[in-house]
């Protein structure tokens, strides 16, 4: 546990400094940018190293897994930056302070329905923040809200007492400069927070993209490998 707790502390520090650096090349200050370790496939002993090195934003992929941990590691902020299905928002509801991958009105519904059923029964206090994952290739199989149903999704949002739109979330297209998809990305949020001024979020960027997000007005980067090493390696 002592050399993984080291192994943890050295990577931390490399993306801090990446981040860091980032910060100053865009012109902007360090606390602008939220950094969210993506734990996934990862044991919970991690998060609490992780916790003990100051990190405070965890994010994960799969309720069954996030659930667990989330119960095992209290006093986190968590999010959910996976894909999600619709009959999960239960659960999802149960751990998270943050869903950033809504990219539907029915999924919208959904996480509503559950965050109003825990809230009423006593078990959740607080609305959920969520964000809209925006598709900037329009590949359905990789999820999100095409640019041009962002408007109707965020009004929908909106009229959910439930739920308070954060912002947006994007995953640089496969093969492309991801400097332009950010480019994209930066012109979307511009565009919803004109109408949706809290809506100010923008989450962008992960370990081998995260400098070209910032430089594009990211202001949540969410970074796995980097941090937690290469997954193949790693116990579920």
Known sequence: MTDRRAELAENLTEVEERVAAACRAAGRAREEV?????????????????????????????DQEAGPK??????LRWHMVGRLQRNKARSVA??????????SARLADSLAKAVHTLRYSGKREEALDVLIQVSLDDDPGRGGCP?????????????AEDLRLRGLMAVAPLGADPA????????????LRKDHP?????????????????????????????????????SP
């Open 198 to 234: 809290n809506a100010a979020e923008v989450s962008a960027g992960m370990s081998h993209d995260l400098e070209q997000a910032i430089t594009h007005g990211s202001t949540c980067v969410r970074v796995g490998t980097a941090l937690l090493g290469g997954r193949g390696l790693a």
């Open 34 to 62: 939220k950094l969210i370790a993506v734990t996934k496939t990862f044991p919970a002993s991690d998060v609490a190293l992780l916790a003990e090195l100051g990190v405070t934003d965890v994010g994960e992929n799969r």
């Open 147 to 159: 640019l041009a149903e962002l408007d109707a999704l965020a009004e929908h949002l909106e009229q």
């Open 180 to 191: 332009a998809a950010f480019e994209r990305l930066a012109r979307a949020g511009e565009a």
């Open 70 to 75: 989330a119960a095992e590691v209290p006093g």
């Open 94 to 103: 149960g751990w998270a302070h943050e869903v950033q991958s809504v990219d």
